[in-house]
C-alpha cells in the first residue's frame, strides 16, 4: 500500500507484518501506531536480542534505520 500527500489525523495505525506500506510527503496528527502479528514478534525478539547482551546487534539496526549508520 502505499499512501502519498496524505494526512492522518486522530487515527490508528496498524501494522502486523509483510510488505511495508510507504508514505511520501504525508503528515501524522495524534496518531496511534500500533504492531500486531509477525510485526510485533519481531519487536519482541529484539528486545529479547537486547537483554540477552547483544545491544550493539540493536543499536546498529537503529542506525541503519534513521540513517545514522553513514555518519
Not at 495524534?30 to 528486545?47: D, I, N, P, Q, S
Not at 536480542?49 to 555518519?71: C, D, H, N, S, Y
Request: hydrophobic share 40%; glycine share 12%; proline share 4%.
Amino acid at each position: 500500500m502505499s499512501f502519498a500527500d496524505c494526512e492522518f489525523r486522530k487515527c490508528k495505525l496498524i501494522y502486523s507484518g509483510g510488505e511495508p506500506p510507504s508514505f511520501e510527503d504525508c503528515r501524522f496528527d495524534h496518531c496511534e501506531w500500533r504492531f500486531e502479528g509477525a510485526a510485533v514478534r519481531t519487536l519482541e525478539h529484539l528486545k529479547v536480542v537486547w537483554g540477552a547482551g547483544a545491544k550493539p546487534v540493536v543499536q546498529g539496526l537503529i542506525k541503519e534505520i534513521t540513517g545514522a549508520a553513514g555518519r
